[in-house]
């Protein structure tokens, strides 16, 4: 009776004896090699476009008179490239002469431990950026006379000079950043490296069925 390529891909997998164990390990190896290295690139490159683009809000900001957003968000976009270059260089501690299961293992845990930080990261992240914005427009010439003019026409709650309900209803706003943060930043995870990451988890899924 013939055996089915699961079989044999089974076989191969866990007996180094088989012939067809090291091109099946070969193939393994090659794939993880391929999402590993594709992943470094994105990540390089989507670093790379935030260092870029941190220097276009700044000098855009000035452009536009709110400065202040400018160096907000230029201070913040630079911490978050520093942390993760510093995370990045994990990934220099990965034996790639390992095999590809261990390999790939070794990439899962340093994917999660990565993602925990900037997980933790985006509850301050997107307050902060809100934060930002308000108080680039709050601090903003052309604004403050917008606002004098809406505002002179409407009888607001002052206290020190500050619209009472319009600081309460940003707080709100902050408070709701703070608590859905992390889940915003997983839908960003996910647009960004989605395809990636289920690869991998396909790949590793595949790969402990066959050492089962």
Same mark, same amino acid.
């Given at each position: 009776m013939e055996k089915s390529i699961e079989t044999i891909w089974k076989q191969g997998f866990l007996d180094n004896n088989a012939m067809v164990a090291p091109k099946l390990n070969n193939l393994y190896n090659q794939k993880s090699i391929h999402i590993i290295d594709k992943f470094k690139r994105m990540f390089k490159i989507n670093l790379n476009a935030l260092v870029i683009f941190s220097f276009v809000v700044l000098v855009a900001s000035f452009f536009v008179k709110i400065p202040v957003m400018g160096v907000l968000m230029f201070i913040l976009l630079? #911490?978050?490239v520093i942390v993760n270059k510093k995370l990045f260089k994990g990934l220099s501690t990965i034996d790639k002469n390992?095999?590809?299961?261990?390999?790939?293992k070794s990439f899962d845990a340093w994917m999660k431990s990565q993602i925990a930080v900037n997980y933790k990261m985006s509850r301050y992240i997107y307050p902060y950026i809100f934060i930002a914005m308000v108080s680039g427009f709050w601090f903003s010439t052309p604004f403050q006379e917008s606002l004098d003019r809406i505002l002179g026409n409407h009888e607001v709650y002052y206290l020190f000079g500050i619209p009472v309900f319009w #600081?309460?209803?940003m707080v709100v706003i902050i408070i709701l950043l703070a608590i859905f943060g992390g889940r915003i930043y997983k839908w960003d995870l996910n647009i960004v490296y989605g395809r990636i990451l289920k690869k991998l988890d396909e790949l590793i899924t595949d790969m402990e069925d066959l050492r089962a």
């Open positions: 630079n #911490v978050i390992v095999s590809s299961y261990q390999y790939l #600081v309460l209803a």
